[in-house]
């Protein structure tokens, strides 16, 4: 698989760069900002993931996912965003969103699930970890979230959810409903508004949503990821590296 890294800083970029060669046996390049890597993708016939910072300078990582999801379809993509990891209020076991510090055994597990990805499948994210992604990153407009026939589209102003709409509901119901879909695939429009009708946090709001579907279908969103215990008398599992200092100097 031919991964693109997307970061403006050359120590982090390059560790990551070094990761994917020492770790897999896929192909990686790395550019500094959205201008090279569409000019790299004009000069490349295949992509198969795309690893981006969500914003840094002349980065927009959801802008520049949907311009080479076009270039390049089945495109699979991880975010690196720019809030620390301590800020999460939800752990997603499959998640693909990697803030800083990076955890590098996620991460390749993360690469390897996407290199296993059948050509031309879609992109799928947990749909806590796009709403999260998208709060924590203090972001404003519409995320519309696709989970096969299902739509709908949560808005959200400076990083606070204000508004959601599917085919049934307005308001907080239309979000409880909503983050209730598990995988899905969204696009994101900065450009779009609208009136404010949800008045909760946001944590609060998702973790009532996950309460609402507790023990129906998003297990995966309500425990935190853990290494499966090995058996008495068993070393544990080695890691592959300590990639915990994947961060800004």
């Known amino acids: 698989m031919q991964l693109l890294i997307v970061h403006d800083d050359a120590e982090v970029g390059g560790q990551l760069v070094g990761m994917v060669h020492d770790y897999t046996e ?27 910072q969500m914003e840094a300078p002349g980065i927009d990582g959801l802008t520049l996912g949907g311009s080479l ?6 495109l699979q993509i991880l975010f690196l965003p720019a809030y620390p990891a301590a800020e999460q209020r939800l752990e997603i076991a499959t998640t693909k969103v990697f803030p800083e ?6 991460l390749l597990e993360a690469i390897e699930t996407a290199a296993a990805a059948e050509a031309g499948a879609p992109d799928l994210f947990h749909v806590m970890d796009v709403l999260q ?15 096969q026939t299902q739509s709908g589209i949560v808005y959200v102003r400076d990083g606070k959810i204000v508004h959601a709409e599917s085919a049934t509901a307005r308001g907080t119901d239309a979000l409880l409903e909503i983050a209730g879909w598990n995988l899905v695939e969204f696009a994101y429009d900065e450009s779009v508004r609208a ?11 998702l973790i ?35 990639f915990g200092a994947f961060r800004r100097s």
């Open 26 to 52: 896929h192909q990686c390049d790395l550019v500094e900002n959205d201008t090279a890597a569409l000019k790299w993708a004009q000069e490349h016939a295949h992509c198969g993931l795309l690893l981006a």
């Open 69 to 74: 999801s076009e270039i390049f379809p089945g």
């Open 101 to 106: 510090p990076i955890d590098g055994e996620r």
């Open 133 to 147: 992604m998208c709060c924590l990153s203090r972001r404003s407009g519409a995320v519309q979230i696709v989970k």
């Open 195 to 205: 009136p404010e009708t949800i008045s909760m946090p946001w944590d609060e709001a």
């Open 208 to 242: 009532t949503a996950i309460a609402r579907h507790q023990g129906q279908t998003m297990p995966e969103a309500t425990q935190p990821f853990e290494e499966p215990n090995a058996p008495e008398g068993m070393p544990p599992p080695k890691k592959r590296g300590f």
